[in-house]
């Protein structure tokens, strides 16, 4: 059954190429949510106090991959005591989100950043919202490291190699 999540991590290239190497995921596509704007290009965003937070919406399989293994995944490639922050990205736009389409999946959330809190001793700061609005990037920002091998990127690259070997077996019918 095809599902849908949004999460903001900091810049939205490495996160859509991590997300794009997990068995599940049948579309990525980044972009731009939860802003105070309509339609706002990557520059507004940047420079012009929007409020949106760079994101890439993901859409799976449930029955291949689970919400709660792909919330686990994303917190392998942030920090999520920071706010406006990731790498060396600072700014509002690279704050930490999980956006829910379907309000069934809030409780998923919650109880997943309640046991992620737990492995902290600094407070979690990962913004828990419904989907206010999402606006597409620009074609050049789509799949944007495959377009541009060794672009930069604030997630190491062993994480794609380890979200390609990743299988979420609790979700696998048998």
């Not at 949510?33 to 409020?51: I, L, M």
């Not at 942030?78 to 704050?95: A, H, S």
Request: hydrophobic share 35%; charged share 25%; aromatic share 12%.
């Amino acid at each position: 059954m095809k599902k849908e999540i949004v999460l903001a991590g900091g810049c939205f290239w490495g996160l859509e190429k991590y997300f794009q190497e997990i068995e599940g995921v049948l579309e990525t596509q980044v972009g731009f949510a939860n802003g105070k704007t309509q339609a706002p290009s990557y520059e507004d965003v940047c420079y012009r106090n929007t409020g949106h937070a760079e994101v890439v919406d993901i859409v799976y399989d449930s029955e291949i991959v689970s919400l709660a293994f792909l919330l686990e995944m994303y917190y392998q490639v942030i920090d999520p005591t920071i706010l406006n922050r990731q790498g060396p990205d600072t700014g509002t736009q690279y704050r930490t989100g999980i956006y829910f389409i379907d309000s069934e999946d809030q409780a998923v959330i919650a109880d997943s950043l309640a046991n992620l809190q737990k492995k902290y001793r600094d407070k979690v700061v990962v913004e828990l919202k419904p989907l206010e609005n999402f606006y597409p990037a620009d074609e050049s920002h789509q799949k944007y490291l495959d377009k541009h091998p060794g672009g930069y990127c604030h997630i190491d690259e062993k994480y794609f190699e380890l979200a390609k070997q990743a299988k979420d077996i609790g979700s696998k019918k048998i």
